[in-house]
């Protein structure tokens, strides 16, 4: 079974502040993991993905996500918000054996404030 | 490149009824997913097609199938339609295992 946790329902950040969204996850084998944002009355946007080498990964929008193995956590970052950024955002887990189904996470809602 | 389409955008039907669903994926992607987004329950997994066969599928009950054709395009099926089906069922398309998904708008199915 695989599985995604977002421990934090909502995330408040100043504007030009860093970010961090967290994710933690639970697979059998080795995780495809990634992260979508969903803009408010728009459709869900992949960000980005980590499947293998670099830890650090970068996505769309400045967005980056560092995968930590032993902490089975792959947390999205971004060094300076924008009050753009604010939306509704997903991680997700797919087992690289369990091909087709990704597990997401409830959602993390990131409000950035003038 | 024509994004992931999904028909109809809304849809409004009553209890007991059944519904069709209809997604169109990104040209060259052959795997569909299909998911169930309610402010409660988050993204629920339905199930996934692959080159016409359903490779995964959700924890949800048999009213709710699935296909694909051999042009890629998938259609769900929702039978005896019950109030907490009320949702916005979202389709997803990718090239392969590691590939992100491209999301569809959604169908938002109300019952009443």
């Known amino acids: 079974a695989q599985s995604v946790a977002q421990p934090e329902d909502q995330v408040n950040v100043a504007e030009g502040n860093p970010l961090t969204v967290k994710c933690t996850y639970s697979v059998s084998g080795n995780p495809y993991l990634f992260w979508y944002v969903q803009y408010p009355n728009r459709g869900l946007q992949f960000l980005l993905k980590y499947i293998t080498g670099d830890n650090l990964v970068k996505g769309s929008y400045g967005f980056e996500a560092e995968f930590n193995k032993s902490q089975t956590s792959f947390h999205l970052k971004k060094p300076s918000a924008l009050v753009s950024d604010s939306a509704l955002y997903f991680c997700a887990v797919r087992d690289n054996t369990n091909a087709g189904k990704s597990t997401f996470g409830d959602g993390t809602t990131l409000t950035v404030k003038p | 490149k024509a994004g992931v389409t999904q028909t109809p955008r809304y849809l409004i039907k009553t209890r007991g009824q059944q519904v069709t669903l209809s997604c169109s994926p990104i040209s060259g992607h052959r795997s569909v997913s299909w998911y169930q987004q309610t402010p409660g329950q988050g993204l629920q997994f339905l199930f996934e097609y692959f080159s016409e066969t359903q490779r995964n599928k959700g924890n949800f009950p048999g009213r709710f199938s699935g296909r694909q054709f051999s042009n890629s395009r998938s259609e769900m099926n929702v039978s005896t339609l019950e109030l907490g089906d009320s949702a916005l069922y979202l389709c997803?398309?990718?090239?392969?295992?590691?590939?992100?998904?491209?999301f569809g708008s959604g169908t938002r199915l109300t019952v009443v």
């Open positions: 997803a398309s990718s090239s392969g295992t590691g590939d992100g998904y491209t």
